[in-house]
């Protein structure tokens, strides 16, 4: 499975986002899928993980990221709403044959949120 990460930028504080990650391969729908971010000077953590069984979000993001698929079109969205300087980061997808054990990362996109 290849990941490639698209929709980074720069967004004012309170703005809105929309990531996406599109999967090569044709058993994407089996694929549990997650969004992780890494801000500078900071280890990766979770933000957000989709599969059959729902979808699940960090704490930090709960209430304000939306994560959903298109099985159709092998693709991941992570919408961001109520933007906030701490959200900065590179965001990377990732997929998986279940929650929490992610074999394939896509390279990153970036994004930054101004206060």
């Known amino acids: 499975v290849q990941l490639q990460a698209s929709g980074g930028g720069l967004v004012q504080a309170g703005g809105s986002l929309r990531l996406s990650c599109a999967a090569s391969?044709?058993?994407?729908?089996?694929?549990?899928m997650g969004w992780f971010r890494q801000a500078p000077g900071k280890e990766r953590e979770f933000v957000a993980s989709i599969s059959r069984s729902g979808a699940y979000y960090a704490d930090s993001v709960k209430g304000r990221f939306t994560i959903s698929r298109d099985n159709g079109k092998n693709t991941v969205h992570l919408q961001m709403n109520s933007l906030k300087p701490e959200d900065t980061a590179v965001y990377y997808c990732?997929?998986?044959?279940?929650?929490?054990?992610?074999?394939?990362w896509g390279q990153g996109t970036e994004f930054t949120v101004s206060s």
């Open positions: 990732a997929a998986g044959r279940r929650l929490g054990d992610y074999h394939y």
């Open positions: 391969g044709r058993t994407f729908s089996s694929y549990a």
